[in-house]
Nanobody
Framework: QVQLVESGGDLVQPGGSLRLSCVAS????????MAWFRQAPGKERELVAR???????VYADSVKGRFSISRDNAKNTVYLQMTSLKPEDTAVYYC?????????WGQGTQVTVSS
């Protein structure tokens, strides 16, 4: 059974930083394409950052230069380092695993940026 568990979400002031983690189990992690998405209230889920099949990292324009995705295959974990956070970054953040045609989602972690 594939399971993705996110953590690290919190309430943070504008300009602050957070690091999200997503631990995967039940999956061949080193062969899986991982990504972070987010969904703000009343909006559709959107891509934040992902590893492409060619190993290239893709970021949404809104987070370029502020967010960084990384992975540790030994720990079956993907990270999202977020800096210079803005109120518009407030959302539930989800990690997604893509293995062939199979897509798996975590339960999400809430990030709130507010003073």
């Amino acid at each position: 059974q594939v399971q993705l568990v996110e953590s690290g979400g919190d309430l943070v002031q504008p300009g602050g930083s957070l690091r999200l983690s997503c631990v995967a189990s039940g999956i061949a992690f080193s062969r899986v394409t991982m990504a972070w998405f987010r969904q703000a209230p009343g909006k559709e889920r959107e891509l934040v950052a992902r590893f492409s099949s060619g190993g290239i990292i893709v970021y949404a324009d809104s987070v370029k230069g502020r967010f960084s995705i990384s992975r540790d295959n030994a720990k079956n974990t993907v990270y999202l380092q977020m800096t210079s956070l803005k109120p518009e970054d407030t959302a539930v953040y989800y990690c997604r695993a893509l293995q062939g045609s199979q897509i798996y989602w975590g339960q999400g972690t809430q990030v709130t940026v507010s003073s």
